[in-house]
């Protein structure tokens, strides 16, 4: 599996290109400029097969509609608790802190958790982490986490913002705990780590 890192946007967002079959890719949020990832996909030889959402605040969305459109209206995956996000300016933060309103509705495919997708060569999983917002996600391949804002190196994702929640937050991390296998850990902002280290070092998951 081939795992490319697009750090985009004023809140300096990852953007993974991953592909398993070195032609398509799935595109795991896709943070700002729709025109910029597909030239970075398009520099790797791939095509754009999927849109996965760990969820939608706005630095994670704001390239959605543009790379969908120049993409063949491919299909967007993201939880089923996260579609409220995406369909609204107010709880996606885009009103709120950019001044300008981003809502997206087209192509979007519902996840529940324990959901197995393939796509571009690889099978993800997905692991249901509510606490950032009510419908954030991590996908899982293989020995491979995308853990959007729900882990980071270090810490954990904000819950101050709308639905936050701290304690259910908390609660998704036992879950990731749970995980016995050591795992390379990509986050939705700064460094990767492994699951490991973060369940050693880090203060929010002991």
Not at 17 to 31: F, L, Q, R, T, Y
Not at 47 to 60: P, S
Not at 158 to 174: A, C, H, K, Q, W
Request: aromatic share 12%; with cysteine; proline share 3%.
């Amino acid at each position: 599996m081939e795992i490319h890192t697009y750090t985009l946007g004023s809140y300096q967002t990852n953007c993974y290109i991953v592909s398993g079959d070195g032609k398509g890719c799935v595109v795991i949020d896709p943070a700002d400029n729709g025109d910029a990832i597909l030239r970075k996909v398009k520099s790797y030889g791939y095509t754009v097969e999927a849109i996965f959402l760990t969820h939608a605040h706005f630095d994670h969305i704001l390239g959605l509609g543009r790379l969908v459109s120049l993409s063949g209206n491919v299909p967007v995956y993201l939880h089923k608790d996260e579609v409220k996000y995406l369909e609204n300016a107010y709880l996606n933060l885009s009103e709120e802190v950019t001044g300008t309103p981003y809502t997206y509705f087209d192509n979007l495919h519902v996840l529940n958790d324990n959901d197995k997708i393939s796509a571009a060569g690889v099978e993800f999983s997905v692991i249901h982490t509510p606490g950032h917002t009510e419908g954030s996600v991590c996908y899982r391949a293989g020995n491979t986490i995308f853990t959007g804002d729900t882990l980071f190196a270090g810490s954990i994702g904000r819950t101050d913002f709308p639905r936050g929640n701290y304690d259910v937050l908390i609660s998704s991390l036992e879950k990731l705990k749970r995980i016995d296998e050591d795992c390379d850990v990509y986050t939705g902002h700064g460094r990767p780590s492994t699951l490991l280290y973060e369940k050693q070092f880090n203060e929010f998951m002991q």
